[in-house]
């Protein structure tokens, strides 16, 4: 009867220790992955960052075409009518 009792307190505490070992690799691996993420995340973090400047400068060029079409197009607008009160 020794034995058997002896038997019944081992199994469990070797599927315990199984259950701990595969708990702790899976464990590391998870540490493994959210390292990855956390480096994925500053990259991109950084690529959106290069890309938001790019926009912002796009932006700028595209306020100061806004301002300055309508002075280009007068110029070029009272040219073309002074060639044709040339012409006539």
Do not use: Y
């Amino acid at each position: 009867m020794g034995i058997k009792a002896e038997r019944r307190i081992h199994v469990p505490k070797r599927r315990a220790r199984q259950i701990e070992s595969t708990f702790a690799g899976a464990a590391r691996h998870i540490s493994e992955l959210h390292k990855d993420l956390l480096a994925f995340e500053g990259k991109t973090e950084d690529k959106l960052k290069e890309h938001d400047k790019r926009f912002d400068k796009i932006d700028r060029e595209i306020q100061g075409l806004r301002e300055d079409i309508p002075k280009i197009v007068g110029d070029v607008m009272r040219e073309v009518n002074a060639e044709n009160r040339r012409r006539k």
